[in-house]
């Protein structure tokens, strides 16, 4: 059991836009800015996507994009591309003892 | 441009020491801005943070593995590393080294290195 929750798939065709949310609580995605997301394609590294709940790193197209309200953050990918299908998952800060939590990941499939 | 490579043995004993390797290139593990972390997923399961370590060799851990993890630092040969002892199947994952930002994220990350439990 992951501690930040996510759907377990999601899916969309191609030039579509999907969204992937990912929940927490008021002690980790709720209340600090540190959420990321990462993709990740099998037998591959994960890659940062988002970080700082909002803000892409350079490289990452401007079809990614993350929010947060309260304790669930959401990745929204727009204009799916066949390449977007991988797994997506979510981290948040979780205080100075736990530290850093994750999700238990999303399949993206682009049909 | 930084570059991360997990190294070590893909099959360990029950009771025994998993020990991983991080070979960081492209940068100086020394960087002062960065922290040098370890995560875990088992086969068919979300990420798990284990723990990290500071070039200067400050640690911290996850609550959950504190009792059986240390993560070292070689800053001569621009490593760092994992043990964790008192294995059991339960920790059979693909492990990842990854730079950690201080200010909250991951990047990049390393390819990981499956580790199995197995008598």
């Known amino acids: 059991q992951s501690a930040l929750t996510q759907s377990r798939s999601v899916s969309g065709s191609p030039g579509q836009s999907v969204t992937i949310s990912c929940t927490g609580t008021?002690?980790?995605?709720?209340?600090?800015?540190?959420v990321s997301w990462y993709q990740h394609h099998p037998g591959k590294a994960p890659k940062l996507m988002i970080y700082d709940v909002t803000k892409r790193p350079s490289g990452v197209p401007d079809r990614f994009s993350g929010s947060k309200s309260g304790n669930t953050a959401s990745l929204t990918i727009s204009g799916l591309q066949t390449e977007d299908e991988a797994d997506y998952y979510c981290?948040?800060?979780?205080?100075?003892?736990?530290?850093?939590?994750f999700g238990g990941g999303t399949k993206l499939t682009v049909l | 441009q930084v570059q991360l490579q997990e190294s070590g043995p893909g099959l360990v004993k029950p009771s025994q020491t998993l020990s991983l390797t991080c070979n960081v290139s492209?940068?100086?593990?020394?960087?002062?801005?960065?922290?040098w972390s370890w995560i875990r997923q088992p086969a068919g399961k979300g990420l798990e943070w284990i723990g990290r370590i500071y070039s200067g060799g400050y640690a911290s851990y996850s609550p959950s593995l504190k009792s059986r993890v240390s993560i070292s630092v070689d800053t001569s040969k621009n490593q760092f590393s994992l043990q964790l002892t008192s294995v059991t199947a339960a920790d059979t994952a693909v492990y990842y080294c990854a730079r950690e930002f201080m200010r909250g994220w991951f990047d990049p990350w390393g390819q990981g290195n499956l580790v199995t439990v197995s008598s």
């Open positions: 008021s002690s980790d995605v709720g209340d600090y800015k540190y």
């Open positions: 492209g940068g100086s593990i020394n960087s002062g801005s960065h922290y």
């Open positions: 981290c948040a800060y979780a205080g100075g003892y736990t530290f850093w939590v």
